[in-house]
Nanobody, 125 residues
Framework: RVQLVESGGGAVQSGGSLRLSCTAS????????MTWFRQAPGQEREGVAG???????IYTDSVQGRFTISRDNDKTTVDLEMNSLKPEDTAMYYC???????????????????WGQGTQVTVSS
Protein backbone atom coordinates (compact mmCIF):
# COMPACT_ATOMS: atom_id res chain seq x y z
CA ARG A 1 0.00 0.00 0.00
CA VAL A 2 1.37 3.39 -0.98
CA GLN A 3 1.87 5.80 1.88
CA LEU A 4 3.30 9.28 2.16
CA VAL A 5 3.45 10.56 5.72
CA GLU A 6 4.47 14.14 6.43
CA SER A 7 5.82 15.41 9.74
CA GLY A 8 7.59 18.42 11.19
CA GLY A 9 4.98 21.13 10.81
CA GLY A 10 4.21 23.58 13.58
CA ALA A 11 3.92 27.20 14.59
CA VAL A 12 6.89 29.55 14.42
CA GLN A 13 7.51 33.27 14.40
CA SER A 14 8.51 35.19 11.32
CA GLY A 15 12.18 34.61 10.56
CA GLY A 16 12.16 31.17 12.14
CA SER A 17 12.89 27.76 10.65
CA LEU A 18 11.19 24.41 10.30
CA ARG A 19 12.18 21.12 8.72
CA LEU A 20 9.45 19.04 7.14
CA SER A 21 9.93 15.37 6.42
CA CYS A 22 7.96 12.97 4.25
CA THR A 23 8.39 9.20 4.63
CA ALA A 24 7.35 7.12 1.64
CA SER A 25 6.48 3.45 1.31
CA UNK A 26 4.78 1.09 -1.10
CA UNK A 27 6.46 2.19 -4.32
CA UNK A 28 9.93 2.31 -5.90
CA UNK A 29 10.94 5.58 -4.24
CA UNK A 30 14.27 6.11 -6.01
CA UNK A 31 12.53 6.20 -9.41
CA UNK A 32 10.11 8.94 -8.43
CA UNK A 33 10.14 12.72 -8.49
CA MET A 34 9.13 14.13 -5.15
CA THR A 35 7.60 17.55 -4.65
CA TRP A 36 6.35 19.60 -1.74
CA PHE A 37 3.11 21.51 -2.35
CA ARG A 38 1.25 23.90 -0.11
CA GLN A 39 -2.25 25.26 0.09
CA ALA A 40 -3.47 28.14 2.21
CA PRO A 41 -7.18 28.66 2.97
CA GLY A 42 -8.94 30.20 -0.01
CA GLN A 43 -5.92 29.84 -2.25
CA GLU A 44 -4.92 27.43 -4.96
CA ARG A 45 -2.43 24.66 -4.32
CA GLU A 46 1.11 25.70 -5.16
CA GLY A 47 4.17 23.64 -5.97
CA VAL A 48 6.95 24.80 -3.64
CA ALA A 49 10.00 22.60 -4.24
CA GLY A 50 10.67 19.49 -6.29
CA UNK A 51 13.48 16.97 -6.67
CA UNK A 52 13.85 14.38 -9.39
CA UNK A 53 15.28 10.87 -9.18
CA UNK A 54 18.81 12.14 -9.87
CA UNK A 55 18.65 14.92 -7.27
CA UNK A 56 17.99 17.88 -9.54
CA UNK A 57 15.86 20.47 -7.81
CA ILE A 58 13.38 23.20 -8.66
CA TYR A 59 11.81 25.91 -6.49
CA THR A 60 9.01 28.38 -6.86
CA ASP A 61 10.33 31.93 -6.92
CA SER A 62 8.91 32.95 -3.56
CA VAL A 63 10.98 30.36 -1.65
CA GLN A 64 14.17 30.37 -3.72
CA GLY A 65 17.13 30.85 -1.39
CA ARG A 66 15.08 30.16 1.76
CA PHE A 67 13.90 26.57 1.27
CA THR A 68 15.97 23.48 0.46
CA ILE A 69 14.58 20.15 -0.68
CA SER A 70 16.59 16.95 -0.26
CA ARG A 71 15.99 13.23 -0.47
CA ASP A 72 17.43 10.07 1.04
CA ASN A 73 16.70 7.07 -1.15
CA ASP A 74 17.92 4.60 1.48
CA LYS A 75 15.52 5.97 4.07
CA THR A 76 12.84 6.78 1.42
CA THR A 77 12.42 10.26 2.78
CA VAL A 78 12.20 13.72 1.27
CA ASP A 79 12.81 16.73 3.48
CA LEU A 80 12.08 20.42 3.14
CA GLU A 81 14.31 22.73 5.16
CA MET A 82 12.53 26.08 5.52
CA ASN A 83 14.43 29.12 6.75
CA SER A 84 13.58 32.81 7.08
CA LEU A 85 9.92 31.90 7.25
CA LYS A 86 7.33 34.57 6.50
CA PRO A 87 3.63 34.79 7.40
CA GLU A 88 2.80 34.18 3.74
CA ASP A 89 4.39 30.73 4.06
CA THR A 90 1.50 29.71 6.30
CA ALA A 91 -0.28 26.77 4.69
CA MET A 92 -0.88 23.06 4.77
CA TYR A 93 2.16 21.38 3.23
CA TYR A 94 1.86 18.15 1.26
CA CYS A 95 4.42 15.86 -0.30
CA UNK A 96 3.62 14.12 -3.56
CA UNK A 97 5.25 11.52 -5.79
CA UNK A 98 5.39 11.15 -9.57
CA UNK A 99 7.26 8.50 -11.51
CA UNK A 100 10.21 10.20 -13.13
CA UNK A 101 9.31 9.76 -16.82
CA UNK A 102 10.67 13.13 -17.87
CA UNK A 103 13.99 13.14 -16.04
CA UNK A 104 13.31 16.49 -14.41
CA UNK A 105 11.57 17.77 -11.28
CA UNK A 106 8.08 19.28 -11.48
CA UNK A 107 5.91 21.74 -9.59
CA UNK A 108 2.72 20.89 -11.53
CA UNK A 109 0.28 19.12 -9.25
CA UNK A 110 -1.80 17.49 -11.96
CA UNK A 111 0.98 15.08 -12.86
CA UNK A 112 1.43 13.48 -9.45
CA UNK A 113 0.34 9.93 -8.59
CA UNK A 114 0.51 9.85 -4.81
CA TRP A 115 -0.19 12.42 -2.10
CA GLY A 116 0.27 12.63 1.65
CA GLN A 117 -2.25 13.95 4.16
CA GLY A 118 -0.35 17.14 4.89
CA THR A 119 1.26 18.93 7.81
CA GLN A 120 0.32 22.44 8.93
CA VAL A 121 2.84 25.27 8.99
CA THR A 122 1.84 28.51 10.69
CA VAL A 123 4.11 31.55 10.71
CA SER A 124 3.16 34.49 12.90
CA SER A 125 4.39 38.03 12.43
Amino acid sequence: RVQLVESGGGAVQSGGSLRLSCTASGFYFSRYCMTWFRQAPGQEREGVAGIDSRGHTIYTDSVQGRFTISRDNDKTTVDLEMNSLKPEDTAMYYCAAMEDYRGSPSLSGGQFDYWGQGTQVTVSS
